[in-house]
């Protein structure tokens, strides 16, 4: 016990000892600083304004809908060959992220062949030109043959008609002269056996008989004659009729002038057609011939170059592809829970992260549908798996005019957009 205490003694007390407080004096009673003072009112106005920068900035937030998913969109122009043919010229400036006015040539194929092919289709043209001269004088030339032909065969006709007619009456005549001839002879032939039986009886002279017999013999010769012309006659008549069928056959062939004119015009027509047909190959072939020149047709930056000089291209290949700079937009996919507010014409801030700056823009138009349904493989509600998903729609946004005078907007470019809805 006594070493305790003296080991106690020994080890030095180094614990705080406690000290007089004295008590403090009433808050009315101490004496408040100038600067104090200040400084304590300029910490409430602080607060005070924080808090009201903060009502405001939430007051004005909630008149706007903004989103991160949006970027910058434009057009890509694919340009490629309409023809086949071999490359013999690529312009040295139409190179990867080069930039080409519209009408620059980019691309040039062989044209020999081309060439050849609009030669022959004007060789071809010239030669329908020449069969469609030719058609168009045969059209008069057989109306006016056909048609004299015509009335030359029914002059003809009526010709051989009135020689048929004609060749009758002489029949007719000749078979009354007939008739009267055979009265004479036989009358003469009666006086002749008379005379003959007087003469007989030598009551009268030889002389009186012999004229009575050259009479008779006259008579007699007299209807031979007319028995002949009557068979002359019959012949006339059948040579007339025959004529009569031939001129009414040539009539018959010569009525189809009108079929023959109308054929000449539609070889005409055929004419017209096939000369019609050789100036559209000449324009074809012209229009390939010019295929040959690929020019920009606007005026862009280059981008995907895949032609050079001695490719074998094919009609419809992609040689290049041009992007347009000053037809630009921005597709801003905006949930359909922001969309309430939204409508055409409503201004946007546009924070483009590249340039680190805003455009000033507004909504063109307000999407059709949600952009899954335009995807390759839209979604199908109707299987019973359907979970309910906030959908995003594609809203398009235009910058404003001279907004983007170097064409900084790039497609492909992130962008944050706000509306204002309100």
Known sequence: MTEELELDQAIPDHSPKPTLVEPMPPADSIPVRPKARISRWLAIFAVLGLLTAGTVLWLQSRGFETTDDAQV???????????????????????????VEAGTLLVELDPRDYEAELDH????????KAEVASAQVTVPIVDASAFNRL????????????????????????????????????????????????????????????ARQTEAISAAQLVESDLAAIQSSQHRIAEAQSLVVQREAEVESARTAPEQLADAKAKTQT????????????????????????????????????????????PGQALM??????????????????????????????????????????????????????????????????????????????????????????????????????
């Open 73 to 99: 969109d434009g057009h890509f122009d694919s340009i490629s060959s309409r023809i086949s043919g071999t490359v013999v010229y690529v312009n040295p400036k139409a190179e990867n992220n080069q930039y």
């Open 121 to 128: 289709a004007n060789a071809d043209l010239d030669t329908r």
């Open 151 to 210: 009335r030359a065969s029914e002059a003809a006709a009526q010709q051989a008609a009135a020689s048929v007619s004609e060749a009758e009456a002489n029949l007719a005549a000749a078979q009354h002269r007939l008739a009267q001839d055979q009265a004479t002879s036989e009358r003469a032939e009666r006086d002749r056996v008379r005379y003959q039986a007087l003469v007989e009886k030598h009551e009268i002279s030889r002389s009186e008989y012999d």
């Open 271 to 314: 004419a017209n057609g096939h000369l019609e047909q050789a100036a559209a190959d000449v324009r074809t072939a012209r229009l390939n011939l010019s295929y040959t020149k690929i020019y920009a047709p606007v005026s862009g930056v280059v981008g995907r170059k895949t032609v050079e000089p001695g490719n074998r291209v094919q």
């Open 321 to 422: 592809i041009l992007v347009p700079l000053d037809d630009v937009w921005i597709t801003a996919n905006f949930k359909e829970t922001q969309l309430k507010g939204m409508k055409a014409g409503e201004p946007v801030r546009i924070h483009v992260d590249t340039l680190d700056r805003d455009f000033k823009g507004y909504i063109e138009n307000m999407p059709g549908a949600a952009g899954p349904l335009f995807g390759l493989f839209p979604p199908e509600n109707a299987t019973g798996n359907y979970v309910k998903v906030v959908q995003r729609f594609p809203v398009r946004i235009r910058v404003n005019r001279n907004e983007d005078p170097q064409h900084l907007l790039r497609p492909g470019m992130s962008v944050e957009p706000r509306v204002q809805v309100r």
